[in-house]
Structures are given as structure tokens and as C-alpha cells.
């Protein structure tokens, strides 16, 4: 079992910065796959980044590409989003998950076992 705690979400302005962390406990994080979803009001979850387990290898979805970085810390078990030139579409409930495998949207919950519940990150115009 592997428990997700996100934070860093908070109220900025367009163009400005976030640093979200989803920091694990439990089993060895260092073996899990970790993506960052998110989820506007009215809108279905979507998949922002995912990393490997040793950070070599990542994936953007192409609305954030150039603007968020995925990273992550074994020795902390914490992941990280840096989240720069935020724009208002950004705004959602922030999630991360981990698996075994990669995500996957052919399966429920994009084959992630394991969620956190959430960081609230809204952007102003």
C-alpha cells in the first residue's frame, strides 16, 4: 500500500509559479511510476505528467509542455511539478498517482493504483 499526499496548490496570478510535491509513504516509492493529473470544474480528469521510477525517462501532455517539469527525489520519496507561466486554463484540482506501470487511458483511473486526494491550484486572470 502506498499513500499520496499533494501540497503546494494554492492562489496565484497568470504568469506566475507553482512547485506542487506529492510525498509517499508506505511501500519503496522508488520502484512506482508517478503521473500528475488534474481535473477542472466540469471537466474529466486528465493526465499532465508522468515519470519512471528513475526520473530518466517523462512524459508532458501537450497543453503543459515547456511550462511544467516533472522531477523526482527516492531519497525523499517526494515527487514534484514545477508549474511556470501558469496560465487560467491551469486552474484544477491537481492529483498524483502511482503504479507499477505507466498510465494507461484505455483503463479506469488510467490504470493508477494508488491517488492522493488533491491540491487545489487556481490561476487569475
Known amino acids: 500500500q502506498v499513500e499520496l499526499v499533494e501540497s503546494g496548490g494554492g492562489l496565484v496570478q497568470a504568469g506566475g509559479s507553482l512547485r506542487l510535491s506529492c510525498a509517499a509513504s508506505g511501500r519503496p516509492f522508488s520502484s512506482y511510476f508517478v503521473a500528475w493529473f488534474r481535473q477542472a470544474p466540469g471537466k474529466e480528469r486528465e493526465i499532465v505528467a508522468n515519470?519512471?521510477?528513475?526520473?530518466?525517462?517523462?512524459y508532458y501532455a501537450d497543453s503543459v509542455k515547456g511550462r511544467f517539469t516533472i522531477s523526482r527525489d527516492n531519497a525523499k520519496n517526494t515527487v514534484y511539478l514545477q508549474m511556470n507561466s501558469l496560465k487560467p486554463e491551469d486552474t484544477a484540482v491537481y492529483y498524483c498517482a502511482a503504479d507499477g506501470f505507466p498510465f494507461c487511458s484505455d483503463y479506469p483511473n488510467y490504470g493508477m493504483d494508488y491517488w492522493g486526494k488533491g491540491t487545489l491550484v487556481t490561476i487569475s486572470s
Open positions: 515519470i519512471n521510477w528513475s526520473g530518466s525517462s517523462t
